[in-house]
């Protein structure tokens, strides 16, 4: 494939959600065969991200899960994953998000 047909970042289920721990490791594994490229995915899915940590794949520092924490949801989960260095948290307090991407595209 040239450089010009590759992307560099790819944001995983733009307008959706993570369907299961299936679908994440499949993007996971994608992300294993093109390292020149950054991934990452919003996701409240906590269930199939706990699967993923309690697997034995490693996952590549160009692939990351933003835990999605709003009010009281996914403060849990964050706190007992956050020392992962593929997880960061989205944290929404019900008007703006207070953080961003976790990519910029120049």
Known sequence: TRKKDKFEIVRINQS???TG???LKLW???AIKHPETKFYVYTKNYKAVK???ASDIVVPE???ILISVWHK????EF???K???YIKAFIYDGLFPLVASPYRVN
């Open 16 to 18: 959706g959600e993570l």
């Open 83 to 85: 020392e992962l260095p």
């Open 79 to 81: 706190n007992k994953w």
């Open 21 to 23: 721990y299936k679908e």
């Open 51 to 53: 699967k993923l940590i």
């Open 73 to 76: 949801h996914g403060i849990k």
């Open 62 to 64: 160009t692939f990351t």
């Open 28 to 30: 996971v594994e994608l």
